[in-house]
């Protein structure tokens, strides 16, 4: 894939992914969503931010360490920015049901953080195996390609099970009137797909970018 092509791909990714946001900030906006500090409490909600804080920090640490040998920093800190963009796809589709946000979408959040993390480690870890069996001198668009092709197999199956899992909850949930299941599993099912998509087509894409340019 030439880095034009790349760029392209990322450019219609941000203006599908911007526009799904921009419109769900809208109707968030117009339609009042806000979180429930009532019901979950604000000491609850403080020490929740602070724990994302310090975990956002470790996920960067950890990726530096685990991938030095591919530079694992820039990767943590786009897996940071692919992980904001997974929570948002998956908070804005809360919007239509007018609901605040509860302690239910935590639950969604911890489960897009495992996705979100667990499909980028894949990629980055497969990038790094092709590197070393190629070799250092293979154009990184070549070996980044080979390795997304060796790992989809894993994260689209991964996906493809969870999202199915959660698609027939949201079915159960709609025959049973449970609308807190409903509140659940929606989040959590676009969670899943925007986890999917943005570890193939933004995460592992912008790190490319980032390597290529600091190469020059």
Same mark, same amino acid.
């Given at each position: 894939?030439?880095?034009?092509?790349? @760029?392209? +791909? /990322? *450019?219609?990714?941000?203006?599908?992914? !911007?526009?799904?946001? &921009? #419109?769900?900030?809208?109707? %968030?906006? @117009?339609? +009042? /969503? *806000?979180?429930?500090?009532?019901?979950? !409490?604000?000491?609850? &909600? #403080?020490?929740?931010?602070? %724990?994302?804080?310090?975990?956002?920090?470790?996920?960067?640490?950890?990726?530096?360490?685990?991938?030095?040998?591919?530079?694992?920093?820039?990767?943590?800190?786009?897996?940071?920015?692919?992980?904001?963009?997974?929570?948002?796809?998956?908070?804005?589709?809360?919007?239509?049901?007018?609901?605040?946000?509860?302690?239910?979408?935590?639950?969604?959040?911890?489960?897009?953080?495992?996705?979100?993390?667990?499909?980028?480690?894949?990629?980055?870890?497969?990038?790094?195996?092709?590197?070393?069996?190629?070799?250092?001198?293979?154009?990184?668009?070549?070996?980044?390609?080979?390795?997304?092709?060796?790992?989809?197999?894993?994260?689209?199956?991964?996906?493809?099970?969870?999202?199915?899992?959660?698609?027939?909850?949201?079915?159960?949930?709609?025959?049973?009137?449970?609308?807190?299941?409903?509140?659940?599993?929606?989040?959590?099912?676009?969670?899943?797909?925007?986890?999917?998509?943005?570890?193939?087509?933004?995460?592992?894409?912008?790190?490319?970018?980032?390597?290529?340019?600091?190469?020059?």
């Amino acid at each position: 894939m030439k880095n034009t092509d790349m @760029l392209g +791909k /990322i *450019k219609r990714f941000f203006v599908l992914s !911007g526009a799904v946001l &921009l #419109i769900g900030l809208v109707c %968030s906006i @117009l339609f +009042k /969503i *806000k979180c429930d500090a009532a019901y979950m !409490g604000t000491e609850f &909600l #403080i020490r929740s931010a602070v %724990s994302a804080v310090l975990a956002m920090v470790f996920i960067v640490i950890f990726f530096a360490i685990r991938f030095q040998k591919i530079d694992g920093l820039p990767a943590g800190v786009i897996t940071i920015f692919a992980l904001i963009h997974n929570l948002a796809i998956a908070y804005f589709t809360l919007v239509p049901f007018r609901k605040p946000v509860g302690g239910s979408f935590l639950v969604v959040a911890l489960v897009i953080l495992c996705f979100t993390l667990g499909e980028t480690a894949v990629l980055f870890d497969q990038i790094s195996e092709t590197k070393k069996h190629l070799g250092a001198k293979t154009p990184l668009t070549d070996i980044v390609n080979q390795s997304a092709a060796q790992a989809k197999t894993r994260i689209w199956g991964a996906a493809m099970i969870a999202g199915f899992t959660a698609a027939a909850v949201i079915i159960i949930a709609i025959v049973f009137k449970q609308n807190n299941l409903i509140l659940l599993a929606v989040p959590l099912l676009t969670g899943i797909i925007a986890s999917t998509y943005s570890a193939v087509c933004l995460t592992v894409p912008l790190w490319t970018m980032w390597q290529t340019r600091n190469a020059k």
